[in-house]
């Protein structure tokens, strides 16, 4: 293989507390890289140097542009913030002065999938951590891949985060963090790549002519990374958590390192290559024959048994399937989603039912929002607009003083599920006495399957699939029930852009269009179909709500700012952590003035 590496290391980033080992660490990365074969480009603040976004973008550029590799590794040392689930930020040196000085991980991620280059690697061996101060939180940071079309072939993408978002890293502040931060993921990490765990080690030489090649691929180093990180990071008594989250494409030819059977580190017969094909939790729950045996397994063991091929998809999630195969930690929380019922009508056939929260304010554009409680949970029921048929978003503040935006859907009943303070989930039916109501009622069992399956995906705060086949299945999945629950579209839209199949994007997209609810803000964005309004034949579709339902979806949009309203641009600080998009009280404040007057409908 021809391979490339950027190699990125920053120890000082403002006023936050300088770090010991970033730059070391990618030090220590680039020289195993070099002894690889490997181009590098390296880049660190050591001997008072400093590291920009343009040097980043300059590296991958030259190295893009000469169309010649088959692999391009990106790792990064340093400080990391998370502005909301799946937007996270690695800081430069000139931020948070600059607030264009940081890298934006998953923006750069989706622009990578456009290069060519058959095997993109992205590490990020730095805290997740929310950030701590209003200058913090105003860093938007900037893609480092170039903006081009789609090429062939498409890559697969394996990217190594030290932490996963869910982990309390999230609920430390970046100060806090940072006292205890040390470069055990890229120690752990160049183990592994240097032969150093037998178990990672995988002979793709040939059998018939006796040759042997010992390789490292992606996918072996992913359970033992999530089994040892934590071990090391307990053995020298950090408070922090420390538990990799590691999301897998690859597969054979391609792998990450080439290991020397001379090394006296191989002590044990190295493994015939079986890479995963799928992820068990997620395709268990698809199957309509349960396990041989009950597995209430620790996270740790989850990811650990992804290395064996799941059973292939069948009819559908069987209940027993599903209390099966998750844990307990799974079972309560999906039981508790399809548990919570919305109510089947209002008057007007259009309205949202909140279960977990108070809601004390709802606001759309020339529209009556009347606020009550019945049958044990808040009512939201939502009149026709004086200007148009109905408003097309809707923005909901709770007694703690977030809030919540979401689109209106005519002749759909929303539930909007709240547990901790935070929205885990929404959901859309049709209201009773519609035509899709009875519709719905045929096919209601399978309309919990798919939820469930959604919960069990978004289990750590973001909603994502292990693995492109998991992703491909899962928005096929998903995506056949997005007439009845148009949530499902949204994640399957989601489930395609994993996998990097944009065509399957565009098709949700397309399908949406004939609605004539509008569009959600996620699925054009996705299918790149922005600016805010759209116009198709003799029908207008708007987009809804104005900004996108998933946090996630946040991270593209300094790709394609034109559909972004500037008063939501503006409040982009205001996000809360979450899998939904929320904001602050400040941000609620000043989006409810901007849709009382009309400036957002």
């Known amino acids: 293989m021809n391979r490339c590496a950027v190699v990125i290391g920053v120890n000082k980033t403002g006023d936050l507390p300088i770090l010991q080992g970033a730059a070391s660490g990618a030090q220590e990365f680039a020289d195993w890289a070099k002894s690889q074969g490997i181009e590098v480009a390296l880049l660190t603040d050591d001997n008072e140097s400093s590291v920009s976004l343009s040097d980043i973008k300059g590296a991958i550029r030259s190295f893009v542009q000469k169309k010649t590799y088959s692999q391009l590794i990106v790792f990064f040392s340093g400080h990391g913030i998370l502005r909301g689930q799946e937007y996270e930020l690695w800081l430069l040196s000139g931020a948070p002065d600059d607030t264009n000085e940081a890298v934006n991980v998953f923006g750069s991620i989706w622009l990578a999938r456009n290069t060519g280059i058959p095997h993109i690697v992205v590490i990020s061996d730095a805290c997740r951590s929310r950030p701590n101060s209003t200058r913090l939180s105003q860093v938007q940071g900037g893609e480092i891949f170039p903006n081009e079309s789609p090429k062939s072939p498409r890559p697969a993408v394996d990217v190594f985060y030290a932490t996963l978002p869910g982990d309390p890293a999230l609920e430390a502040t970046a100060t806090d963090a940072v006292k205890n931060y040390r470069g055990i993921f890229t120690e752990c990490l160049l183990k592994g790549l240097k032969g150093e765990v037998p178990e990672v080690i995988v002979d793709i030489g040939d059998k018939k002519s006796n040759e042997t090649r010992l390789v490292v691929p992606s996918w072996e180093l992913q359970p033992y990374l999530v089994d040892e990180v934590p071990k090391v990071a307990s053995s020298i008594s950090i408070k922090l958590q420390q538990d990799p989250d590691i999301r897998v494409e690859s597969h054979l030819p391609k792998f990450l390192a080439e290991v020397t059977t001379k090394s006296p580190k191989l002590l044990v017969e190295p493994k015939s290559p079986t890479p995963p094909t799928s992820t068990p939790i997620l395709m268990d729950l698809l199957s309509a024959e349960p396990p041989p045996e009950k597995r209430y397994r620790s996270r740790t063991q989850d990811r650990i048994s992804s290395r064996k091929a799941a059973a292939p998809i069948k009819r559908g999630l069987s209940e027993s399937a599903l ?3 998750a844990d307990k930690i799974t079972i309560d929380a999906v039981s508790r989603l399809l548990d919570a019922k919305g109510r089947q009508s209002f008057e007007t056939r259009t309205g949202f039912t909140v279960v977990g929260a108070q809601p004390v304010r709802a606001t759309a554009f020339g529209s009556k929002c009347e606020l009550f409680m019945d049958f044990g949970a808040y009512q939201i029921r939502v009149h026709e607009s004086e200007n148009i048929s109905f408003p097309q978003s809707l923005l909901v503040q709770f007694s703690e003083g977030q809030g919540i935006p979401l689109a209106v859907l005519p002749g759909f009943i929303g539930t909007i599920v709240v547990e901790d303070g935070h929205v885990v989930n929404v959901t859309y039916l049709p209201s009773r006495h519609t035509n899709k109501y009875s519709e719905y009622e045929i096919v209601a069992k399978e309309i919990d399957k798919r939820r469930a399956y959604v919960a069990v995906a ?3 705060g973001s ?15 998903l995506r056949t029930m997005k007439s009845i629950d148009p949530t499902l579209g949204l994640y399957a839209a989601y489930a395609y852009a994993q996998a990097g199949d944009f065509e399957g994007v565009a098709s949700v997209y397309e399908y949406m ?9 996620d699925v ?8 805010h309004q759209l116009i198709e034949s003799n029908n207008q579709h708007l987009l809804a709500p104005f900004c996108p339902m998933l946090t996630q979806g946040w991270a593209l949009l300094n790709t394609d700012n034109t559909g972004l309203p500037s008063v939501v641009r503006n409040v982009q600080r205001e996000l809360v952590p979450g899998l939904w998009t929320t904001f602050g009280p400040k941000g609620v404040d000043i989006l409810c003035s901007a849709i009382e007057i009309g400036e957002l409908v």
């Not at 909603?463 to 999945?477: K, N, P, Q, V, Y």
């Not at 269009?513 to 803000?521: D, H, K, R």
């Not at 054009?524 to 600016?531: D, E, G, Y």
């Open 458 to 460: 978004a289990r750590n």
């Open 524 to 531: 054009a964005l996705l299918a790149n179909k922005l600016p």
């Open 463 to 477: 909603f994502r699939l292990d693995s492109r086949s998991d992703a491909h299945e899962g928005a096929r999945f």
């Open 323 to 325: 209390y099966e195969s």
């Open 513 to 521: 269009s004939y609605e004539s609810a509008p569009i959600f803000y």
